[in-house]
């Protein structure tokens, strides 16, 4: 079975920052993809950023320039660095892996339980 677990949300100020990380550990044969996605009430899901392999970050637009995914190969892990937070980025934050486990031919997507950034005065 394989596992994510996030860290690193909370309470900041307009204008602050956070580092978000997130630790894929388990039965795990390679990781071909990792990002972050947001959820606010009443919103679908979006991406955030997501990384394939080492290759080029991709960002969404409200964010470029200001997030930055990173990943620890060694350590099965994923950051997302957070700066000039603005309120309208407060949202659930969740970890999102695409994983093939040992013994199969498929990758499958396993997510996070989520951790909360509110951006607030």
């Known amino acids: 079975q394989v596992q994510l677990v996030e860290s690193g949300g909370g309470l900041v100020q307009p204008g602050g920052s956070l580092r978000l990380s997130c630790a894929a550990s388990?039965?795990?044969?390679?990781?071909?993809?990792m990002g972050w996605y947001r959820q606010t009430p009443g919103k679908e899901r979006e991406s955030v950023a997501t990384?394939?392999?080492?290759?080029?970050?991709n960002y969404a637009d409200s964010v470029k320039g200001r997030f930055t995914i990173s990943t620890d190969s060694a350590k099965n892990t994923v950051y997302l660095h957070m700066n000039s937070l603005k309120p309208e980025d407060t949202a659930v934050y969740y970890c999102?892996?695409?994983?093939?486990?040992?013994?199969?031919?498929?990758?499958?997507?396993?997510w996070g339980q989520g951790t909360q950034v509110t951006v607030s005065s």
């Open positions: 999102n892996a695409n994983i093939r486990i040992p013994l199969t031919t498929r990758a499958s997507d396993f």
């Open positions: 388990g039965s795990i044969f390679r990781i071909n993809a």
């Open positions: 990384i394939i392999g080492s290759g080029t970050p």
